[in-house]
């Protein structure tokens, strides 16, 4: 069982950044995809970000330019430097896991409230 951890969110105006970070309680973490994940108020939960073991990142259009993950193994933890914040990046953001690598996120975070005021 792998239990993951967000935490980093809250409330900026537009413009600011955060930083969110997703700690995870798995000896494997290093060979793990890890993601990202958002929902909004009204919406479906999509995808913003994910990292390979090797590092190979994917980033939802929305997003380009203005966020970056990375990862510390050292620490099995996940980062999303979220910069130029807008008020359509407001929602809960989920940390998920991929521990099968490949056959979709099995583990999820509890979610933190990212609050991007105009």
């Known amino acids: 069982q792998v239990q993951l951890a967000e935490s980093g969110g809250g409330l900026v105006q537009a413009g600011g950044s955060l930083r969110l970070s997703c700690a995870a309680s798995?000896?494997?973490?290093?060979?793990?995809?890890m993601g990202w994940f958002r929902q909004a108020p009204g919406k479906e939960r999509e995808v913003v970000s994910s990292i390979w073991s090797d590092g190979r990142t994917f980033y939802v259009d929305s997003v380009k330019g203005r966020f970056t993950i990375s990862r510390d193994n050292a620490k099995n933890t996940v980062y999303l430097h979220m910069n130029s914040l807008k008020p359509e990046d407001t929602a809960i953001y989920y940390c998920?896991?991929?521990?099968?690598?490949?056959?979709?996120?099995?583990?999820w975070g509890q979610g933190t409230q990212v609050t991007v005021s105009s």
């Open positions: 798995a000896r494997t973490f290093s060979s793990f995809r």
């Open positions: 998920a896991a991929d521990s099968k690598v490949g056959k979709g996120f099995d583990y």
